[in-house]
């Protein structure tokens, strides 16, 4: 087991190799469903279990893929409990038409699990969600797992705990806000793991520190300008240095953000 954070070189999960012989790949918050696609235009013989709670954007995946038989959809919020959540969204997207159907639809891409405690329980934005236990899905070996949840990753790592003690998921791809919960999971079950990009929301580029390498800055679908950046040390850290690392540069750059990428220990 390495405790270390390496860089991988790889920016974007579509950049994952997925194999031939592959039969079980998982999308965790799959929102309107991009990865999934991608991952059923990968490898056209497996099955692509897409995990959403969101109703609005259950509905677009059940209108993309309600005819593919590789798509094997569920309407939960993935966790380490089989209980109902509140689930707050605090944007939709209402402008966008569906390209099969040319009609406005709704959806959201940032929709996060909240605790009962929450006052965001109480907001028009609020609406309950049943969660479960990947787990409770069978033990079937997983070549890609792709985590996107707003925070809730460790959760969704939990619940997945006798894949990964068993190391039955070959590479894990999981958006990372600085929750130490995640490494600790991960290590414990002999995962190593590696930085991806980096992406900042911002106008002015002068202000992304001297740490980070600009790849490219690009505008995404409302016009705002993000800067895709790569760790200009290429040095490992260790997590806990990573962590005190990453944490303090989302204190001064509250828009950063990345995935981190998982493989089993060889």
Request: charged content about 20%; aromatic content about 10%.
């Amino acid at each position: 087991m390495s405790s270390f954070i390496t860089q991988s070189g790889i920016k974007d999960i579509t950049e994952l190799s997925i194999s031939q012989s592959s039969k079980v790949l998982v999308d965790v918050g799959a929102a309107i469903g991009v990865v999934t696609e991608w991952m059923i235009s990968a490898n056209q013989s497996c099955d692509v279990y897409a995990f959403e709670p969101y109703e609005l954007n259950f509905k677009v995946l059940k209108s993309k893929f309600d005819s593919c038989p590789q798509a094997k959809l569920f309407q939960l919020a993935l966790s380490n409990h089989s209980k109902k959540m509140n689930f707050t969204v605090p944007s939709v997207k209402i402008s966008h038409v569906d390209d099969n159907k040319g009609v406005p639809i709704g959806y959201s891409g940032a929709g996060y699990v909240i605790p009962a405690s929450s006052p965001l329980c109480n907001s028009e934005n609020s609406t309950m969600v049943q969660c479960g236990r990947l787990d409770d899905y069978g033990k079937e070996a997983i070549d890609i797992m792709k985590i996107d949840v707003q925070g809730h990753e460790w959760a969704v790592l939990e619940g997945a705990k006798g894949h990964l003690e068993s190391g039955l998921i070959s590479q894990i791809w999981f958006e990372f806000m600085g929750d130490n919960r995640i490494f600790e999971i991960l290590l414990s079950n002999n995962y190593n793991i590696a930085e991806t990009a980096y992406y900042r929301t911002t106008a002015d580029i002068s202000a992304i520190p001297s740490c980070f390498d600009i790849v490219s800055t690009n505008q995404n679908y409302n016009g705002t300008s993000i800067s895709t950046l790569s760790r200009a040390s290429a040095e490992p850290m260790s997590s806990d240095q990573y962590l005190k690392w990453f944490i303090g540069l989302r204190r001064s750059m509250t828009s950063l953000w990345t995935d981190l990428y998982a493989v089993p220990c060889l």
